[in-house]
């Protein structure tokens, strides 16, 4: 026990970061109905939910709810647990909140009334700001966790993205584990030496970050002429073969086809009048 | 400073992924120009590096706090401003796509506000010159350019995140998601972002001092032995001295009046805005022997309103609303019956 919670101690930022990534790949080498979607297909079906989702005026709380159905809904078909995107709102919504605070007190006029509760526009459009967030971080998270880097890679290479700039993104994506868990490593080393201080101390700023960088730098570089002499060539041919299939373009359309019908369609008005009047 | 893709209206992220789009564009252009194949590798570590790098916290002497790194100034010194713009925009890719850190749409601003700036602006307007300069020439071959590259490290990361910031604050004031008034959100923003500039400076100017001491060659523009070129050293120093005038003043400044301005601006100003009857606040009797006063009387104006729209079983806005209310409630209702759906067949397929 003791143990474990000296573990939990150390374990500093790096390391959690190590894990996530690690979570992310895990999640991602699943397999289910939504895994074996076309990654192009995902890929164009989750902008165009997101750029949906921030269509929405500010004031249209309901409309956005009904949006909830569709992360929701592939969140269950590809059986990936919902509650594990909300850890990463930690990093979204302080900014969000942070603008987003300030609307109950500048818009005050009601704008909805249900018996003595007055609700202002300034608070409607700060939960719409905070619900955007959410939804986005949802969908986002639903691509990358059911797509995986190499496919992603593979897909951005085939809509004609710079060779460049994809093979640059898999390399860092690959060297961001390596040169974290190094970082982790020092930084332990640093904290175990020097306890209950707080961060690095200014003599070792220059030396501690320079040491690693020069040695990388080295070591990158062979690393590269050995993957050209073995015939890498911007390709990505390990990435597992994924065709647009039938049911990729149906379900591009559909997806498309339901946000339209959500972005102009007040559902949530149509179903609520049901059961008001 | 990341932004997340709801403080962005479609519009506006599409027009910071157009730009960013083009500035991206031409980088990988002059980039497969120049043929460097070597450049790849090292700028796919560098950019691992500042990723990880981004994670560890420094002390800041003399204070309680820390601080960490900047990414854009580090990137374009080591590799120039083109390669390090396409680092830049790999780790806010990575960061957007698995730490939600940014978001999807909001990645084109990102880019703009973090990248851009950094590398392009810190690189033609401060670190270039700078080198280039014979500033501090009197502290000898070496020690000079010690001085030149902290000053160019410090004033780059403290302009561009200036820069960014304002930025941030526009993307979000032309996007309609918040009612703060663009001088109050402005006057939040910046004076924060010039301490954060601050630390990050200090610690770039580190990290490049450690490299200009073991391998001076890495550095862009440095000139390994030491020797500034001479002839355009007048017209650079001339042009470090305008953007240092300009830095400082707009800083001061910035932290002297735009702070009391904005609040101002936002509490008391603008009665056609109708901010001042928002608040409930007078501009001549407000101070502490009346804010409980003003405070209830602001309650008391928002709370009378309530009549007028409240009209028992009428065809009024707020009649609709509340079927929008019970609708969304219903749709709530639905997405959890979806989870508890999904649990309860996956349960099953495992036994």
Redesign the interface.
């Known amino acids: 026990m003791l143990l474990i919670c000296h573990i939990e101690v150390i374990m500093n930022?790096?390391q959690k970061?190590l894990l996530?990534?690690s979570d992310?790949d895990d999640l991602a080498a699943r397999s289910s109905a939504i895994h074996s979607l076309n990654p192009t297909a995902k890929l164009l079906a989750?902008?165009a939910y997101?750029?949906v989702?921030?269509?929405f005026g500010?004031y249209r709380?309901?409309g956005l709810?009904?949006m909830?159905?569709w992360p929701?809904?592939l969140?269950?078909?590809s059986?990936i647990p919902?509650h594990l995107?909300f850890y990463?709102?930690r990093?979204?919504?302080p900014?969000?909140l942070?603008?987003?605070l300030?609307?109950p007190?500048?818009?005050?006029?009601?704008?909805?009334?249900?018996g003595p509760l007055?609700v202002?526009g300034?608070v409607v459009?700060m939960l719409t700001?905070?619900l955007?967030?959410t939804l986005?971080?949802m969908?986002?998270?639903l691509?990358?966790a059911t797509t995986g880097i190499d496919s992603?890679c593979a897909c951005l290479r085939k809509l004609h993205f710079?060779g460049?700039?994809v093979?640059?993104?898999l390399?860092?994506?690959?060297?961001?584990g390596?040169?974290?868990e190094?970082?982790a490593v020092m930084?332990e080393a640093y904290q175990l030496r020097a306890p209950g201080?707080?961060?690095?101390?200014?003599s070792a700023?220059?030396?501690?970050?320079?040491?690693?960088?020069?040695r990388?730098?080295d070591?990158?570089?062979e690393?590269?002429a050995s993957m050209?002499l073995r015939g890498y060539h911007d390709h990505f041919h390990y990435a597992p073969e994924r065709p647009f299939r039938p049911q990729d373009a149906l379900f591009l359309l559909g997806s498309l086809a339901v946000f339209f019908l959500l972005r102009f369609v007040?559902?949530?008005?149509?179903?609520?009048?049901l059961?008001?009047? | 400073m990341h932004m997340a893709d709801a403080l962005l209206a479609p519009a506006v992220a599409a027009t910071m992924y157009a730009a960013s789009g083009v500035a991206a564009g031409v980088s990988v252009y002059q980039l497969k120009k120049d043929d460097d194949a070597q450049k790849l590798p090292t700028m796919a570590v560098t950019a691992a590096l500042v990723f990880a790098g981004q994670m560890i916290n420094y002390t800041i002497p003399g204070t309680g706090s820390s601080g960490h790194m900047c990414g854009g100034m580090l990137l374009s010194a080591l590799l120039g401003p083109q390669a390090g713009f396409l680092s830049m925009i790999v780790i806010l890719t990575i960061q957007s796509l698995f730490f939600a850190d940014g978001g999807l749409m909001a990645l084109g601003a990102n880019i703009w506000n973090m990248a851009f700036y950094g590398c392009f602006v810190g690189y033609y307007l401060l670190w270039r010159p700078i080198m280039r300069s014979r500033l501090f020439a009197g502290l000898g071959p070496r020690g000079g350019q010690r001085a030149r590259i902290a000053l160019a490290s410090v004033l780059g990361c403290v302009l561009t995140l200036q820069l960014g910031a304002f930025s941030v604050v526009l993307e979000t004031s032309l996007s309609g998601v918040t009612d703060l008034p663009f001088g109050a959100f402005l006057a939040l923003m910046q004076p924060i972002h010039l301490a954060i500039g601050l630390v990050e400076g200090l610690v770039t100017a580190a990290v490049l001092l450690f490299v200009y001491a073991s391998r001076p060659e890495l550095l862009q523009d440095v000139d390994s032995a030491g020797e500034a070129a001479g002839k355009r050293s007048l017209k650079s120093t001339l042009v470090i001295l305008a953007v240092l005038v300009l830095a400082v003043g707009g800083g001061l400044s910035l932290l002297a009046s735009s702070d009391p301005d904005g609040l101002e601006w936002s509490l008391f100003g603008n009665a056609e805005a109708g901010y001042s009857e928002n608040m409930g606040l007078d501009e001549e009797s407000f101070g502490v022997h009346s804010a409980a006063a003003d405070k209830a009387g602001a309650i008391q104006e928002a709370s009378s309103f309530l009549p007028d729209y409240a009209f028992p079983g009428s065809e009024s806005p707020a009649g609709t609303s509340v079927s929008g209310v019970v609708g969304s409630a219903l749709v709530a209702g639905v997405a959890l019956l979806i989870c508890l759906a999904g649990g309860f067949f996956r349960k099953k397929k495992s036994h």
């Open positions: 930022k790096m970061a996530e990534l992310m989750t902008i997101v750029a989702v921030l269509s500010k709380l309901s709810i009904v909830l159905l929701v809904l969140f269950q078909l059986g919902v995107c990463k709102l990093l979204v919504l900014l969000v942070a603008v987003g300030f609307n007190f500048f818009d005050r006029a009601p704008l909805l009334v249900l007055a202002s300034g459009s700001l905070m955007k967030g986005c971080l969908a986002s998270f691509l990358m992603l710079p460049l700039l093979t640059l993104l390399l860092t994506y690959r060297y961001v390596v040169m974290t190094e970082l930084t201080q707080k961060g690095i101390q200014h700023w220059g030396s501690f970050l320079g040491q690693l960088l020069l990388s730098m070591r990158s570089q690393l590269y050209l007040p559902v949530a008005e149509l179903l609520g009048a059961f008001v009047r």
